[in-house]
């Protein structure tokens, strides 16, 4: 299942999302969920069986591209993403 979160990594949506979650998903975080990248204590960083990107355009627009390269953070473009939409039947959005 993709899982596409928008919000910041504290918020109520992205804590819903983090309690749904479950083996082999993937959460690509776009818009304000790149934050996360700023919380490296984020619950989301410490599950390990899911795949966890972020949208490189909202990284980059947010200032925050270059704290997510230094932590070695998955990166992604729009190609990539729209893949990832591809290749999973069920997706959820958390707004």
Do not use: C
Not at 25 to 31: A, M, Q, R
Not at 45 to 72: C, K, M, P
Not at 86 to 92: A, F, H, S
Request: no cysteine.
């Amino acid at each position: 299942m993709l899982h596409i979160l928008n919000k910041p990594p504290h918020s109520d949506a992205a804590v819903q999302m983090l309690s749904t979650l479950s083996g082999n998903d993937t959460i690509v975080l776009i818009e304000d969920g790149v934050q996360a990248a700023l919380h490296p204590e984020w619950q989301g960083w410490a599950t390990n069986e899911v795949s966890i990107f972020l949208l490189v355009e909202d990284a980059i627009s947010r200032g925050i591209h270059s704290i997510a390269v230094a932590h070695g953070l998955p990166l992604i473009e729009v190609d990539d993403f729209v893949v990832l939409t591809e290749q999973n039947e069920q997706i959820i959005s958390w707004y």
